[in-house]
C-alpha cells in the first residue's frame, strides 16, 4: 500500500493579499535546499486515524501550536513515490519564529555508525502566492491553487480576487 500523509494549509489575509504559511524540513539532506523544499505542515499516518485528525496532530508536532476553525477539504495530491497527500485549508494566524518541532534521530554522517538529532522542521515562514509557488514542493502546488480559486469564487475574506 502507497503511504498517505496528511496535512493543514494555513492562510490569511494580510493588506487584503493572500499569504499562505510552509515549512521547511530540517536535517542535513534540507539544510541548504531552498525554492521546491519548503512544504505545508504535514506527515504520514496510518488507517486507524482520519485523515483531518491527523493533519492537526501533524501540524501540533511540526508548530508546537493546536490548529482550530473551519477546516475546508482540499483535492489530495500525489507526491514522489505516490504518496497520497490529503490537505484542508484553515485561515487562521501563527508566529512563525516561535514554532517549535518535534525531533528525530538519524545515523549522521551516513555510514559513521553515530547518531544525531535534528528538528523535523528548522523554520516556518508566511509567503505570498508567487512566493510560496516557488518555494513549496511542486507536487503541492495544487493545494494553492484550489485555495486561490475557492477564495475567488466564494468570497472567503478579502472581496477582491486573489
Not at 506527515?43 to 485523515?51: I, M
Request: charged share 25%.
Amino acid at each position: 500500500m502507497a503511504k498517505q500523509s496528511a496535512g493543514i494549509l494555513l492562510y490569511s489575509f494580510k493588506d487584503n493579499q493572500l499569504q499562505v504559511f510552509l515549512i521547511h524540513p530540517g536535517g542535513p539532506f534540507f539544510s541548504k535546499k531552498d525554492n521546491g523544499s519548503w512544504s505545508i505542515p504535514k506527515g504520514e499516518f496510518n488507517n486507524d486515524e482520519s485523515p483531518l485528525d491527523a493533519a492537526k496532530r501533524e501540524f501540533m508536532e511540526e508548530t508546537g501550536q493546536p490548529i482550530d476553525g473551519n477546516f475546508i477539504e482540499l483535492e489530495p495530491v500525489i507526491q514522489k513515490a505516490g504518496k497520497k497527500v490529503y490537505a484542508w485549508a484553515v485561515e487562521g494566524d501563527i508566529d512563525h519564529e516561535t514554532i517549535v518541532s518535534n525531533l528525530f534521530e538519524m545515523e549522521w554522517p551516513p555510514r559513521s555508525g553515530k547518531k544525531q538529532t535534528f528538528p523535523e522542521v528548522d523554520k516556518a515562514a508566511w509567503f505570498d502566492v508567487e512566493e510560496a509557488k516557488a518555494k513549496i514542493n511542486p507536487a503541492q502546488f495544487g493545494f494553492i491553487n484550489e485555495l486561490i480559486g475557492i477564495i475567488n469564487s466564494s468570497k472567503l475574506s478579502p472581496k477582491e480576487d486573489v
